[in-house]
């Protein structure tokens, strides 16, 4: 149990990395106006028992420009500008387990979400817990099972 634990840290890390780095660029998506929307959807990720098919399949379905991203390490796939898609990313599961989607919602203070999550009868998986980058993420699921995520940006970013 406690490798799968560190299986899925070690995702958040990739992917909380990736969100970072398309917030310093400027590639995260904004309401017409110029204002985030409230805990707004900002990033998501496909857990896939072979990426390079997964990607493969994405970009002759949906036409998505996607590559390979060293720093994190996975591919990184682009929808749109930011003000009409939201970009994600795909990855390789290291351990044999069941592929999956994740949703990453970005919160202003993860620990006031994380007890509102505890109250309405959500059960964290994965407590909140620091990114290279100063951010903060954390994996929940919601009442009926299913697993969502959450980050928390670094102060000034």
Known sequence: MKSHMWSILAVLVCVGLAWTIRAEEGDVPVEEGGEMPTNPIVFWEIASHDAEKSVDF????FDWNIE???RVGFYIVSTGQPASGLAGGVFTLKKARLPFLT???QVDDIDSKVKQIEKFGGHIVEPPSEIPGGSRICLFNEPSGVTLAMIERAAGN
């Not at 994405?58 to 379905?61: I, K, T």
């Open 103 to 105: 949703i990453y919602i």
């Open 58 to 61: 994405l970009r002759e379905v």
């Open 68 to 70: 390979f991203d060293e």
